[in-house]
């Protein structure tokens, strides 16, 4: 079984670029102010999270062990 | 509310200090309709993020749009040529809306990631020090010419896979580009030739490089044709567009921030004394004196912001000096300050469209201004009479005299 991640974007550095929600959009949505929320972790498989997060233009996505905290991007 | 600023925005004294201007309208009329070029004259930070986050609201594709001429008004004999210039432009994939614009902007959009950038980092410092050091053994020089200008030149040739020899041409060409942003009455001209000289050099390296994919950027944007994402003609297009953007924007960062270090010997200090700055530095730049001055959109349907009602394909027009000085977001807006944080400007815009090459240019200007107060503590200008190319796309500056001794 996939091991579960900790997926979090940092709104003081997304700049609504939507990337993410191009990339893995069962993970990121666009809110109201157009910024990305990872409002579901498990959403893609843990390939696609990477790369959307590599593929961020402003690296404000960050990608974790949920269980270790081992930071993975 | 009624406006008594002069609606002429290639004014020589809009163009020598857009913040005095455009800060006027931002505190006085924001949402400013300017009659004399009918566009709609955008300055506030809130709404200029609010416009680029809503690309279904404000279209992206200007030059296929746009029922108007030009602005300023061209010959009405040049008027064909126009017609080419347009749909060449038309072509660029910052010039589409979704779903195009994802498709086309896949294609290199990864070969742009900042860790891939990162990588370029030692060979950028490289050239650096090479221009530095011709320059070192001359005691003086203009830093757009011998050292903004081909920095970029040789780098985006480099990534593109262009031969050295050929950066020469290719600035002179691109050069002929930037007439897009003046308001120079004979701008068709050069535009036109601009385009046709870049495409005909291009298009047998594209093809060439369709039959034989290597792994430089021009190889990647060709693959694009091949996955079906562009035409051979947008290929052509957009190769000239990653040598036009890749460069132009980066020359205006070095010497505009130089300048701004310059302006600020404390802020030159402390730059020198501590390189850790060199990031925030480069930031602070990117925000006091931005690289571009303004994009345009057009309206894809009515739209009502403060009381004006955007009619459909009226034309939009936001100023990034402006918003980079909004007091609503920055505290002492026009206060250089090298450690400023946060610092959310919008020099490299926002949203879907926001910068491919952003971190590229971040990466040159980091290293441009770490290696300049490095190496010559005492640099300054040579002369104060400073001048800036009669453009509203581009804060340019003609030439950038200075000295170290």
Request: aromatic share 8%; proline share 7%; charged share 25%.
């Amino acid at each position: 079984m996939a091991r579960a991640l900790r997926v979090r974007v940092d709104h003081t550095r997304c700049v609504g670029n939507a990337t993410c929600t191009t990339i893995a959009p069962g993970v990121f949505k666009l809110n109201d102010d157009r910024q990305s929320e990872a409002i579901n972790s498990v959403g893609e498989p843990e390939e696609i999270i990477l790369k959307a997060a590599e593929n961020c233009p402003v690296s404000a996505i960050r990608v974790e062990d949920a269980a270790t905290g081992e930071r993975l991007f | 509310m009624a406006t008594t600023i002069h609606d002429d925005l290639f004014a020589p004294d809009v163009i020598a200090d857009p913040y005095g201007y455009f800060g006027r309208l931002r505190a006085e009329d924001p949402v400013h309709w300017n009659a004399k070029y009918e566009v709609w004259v955008l300055t506030r930070y809130d709404d200029i993020v609010w416009l680029i986050r809503h690309p279904e609201l404000f279209s992206s594709e200007v030059f296929k749009r746009d029922p108007r001429p030009p602005y300023p008004p061209i010959p009405e004999a040049d008027v064909e040529m126009y017609g080419f210039v347009r749909e060449f432009f038309a072509d660029f994939f910052i010039q589409h809306d979704r779903p195009s614009h994802t498709e086309m902007r896949m294609v290199t959009h990864s070969y742009f990631t900042p860790r891939a950038m990162e990588a370029w980092r030692p060979m950028v410092r490289a050239a650096i020090k090479d221009l530095l050091d011709d320059a070192e053994a001359k005691g003086q020089m203009d830093v757009m010419q011998d050292f903004a200008t081909p920095l970029p030149v040789l780098v985006i040739a480099r990534m593109l896979g262009l031969p050295e020899q050929d950066r020469r041409f290719i600035r002179e060409l691109a050069q002929k580009l930037l007439f897009i942003g003046r308001g120079d009455l004979n701008r068709m001209r050069p535009l036109t030739d601009g385009i046709k000289g870049l495409a005909d050099y291009l298009s047998p390296l594209i093809k060439e490089r369709l039959a034989h994919p290597g792994d430089d950027l021009l190889s990647v944007l060709a693959s694009g044709e091949t996955r079906g994402a562009f035409s051979r003609d947008e290929v052509v297009a957009n190769a000239v567009l990653l040598l036009l953007a890749g460069h132009e924007t980066t020359i205006n960062l070095i010497c505009n921030g130089t300048l701004a270090l310059i302006r600020h010997p404390e802020q030159w200090a402390l730059l020198q004394a501590s390189s850790g700055l060199a990031v925030s530095a480069t930031e602070e730049c990117l925000r006091y004196d931005p690289p571009v001055k303004s994009l345009q959109r057009i309206a894809a349907e009515d739209v009502e912001l403060r009381g004006n009602v955007l009619r459909k394909l009226d034309r939009a027009r936001w100023f990034i000096p402006s918003a980079n000085r909004d007091p609503a977001k920055f505290p002492e807006p026009d206060r250089f300050d090298i450690t400023r944080d946060p610092n959310p400007h919008v020099a490299f815009g926002s949203g879907i469209h926001h910068c491919l090459g952003a971190t590229l240019a971040r990466v040159e200007g980091q290293e441009a201004f770490s290696a300049l107060v490095d190496r010559f503590p005492a640099l300054h200008l040579t002369t104060e009479e400073l001048e800036y190319q009669p453009s509203i796309t581009f804060r340019s500056l003609k030439a950038l005299p200075v000295t170290w001794n």
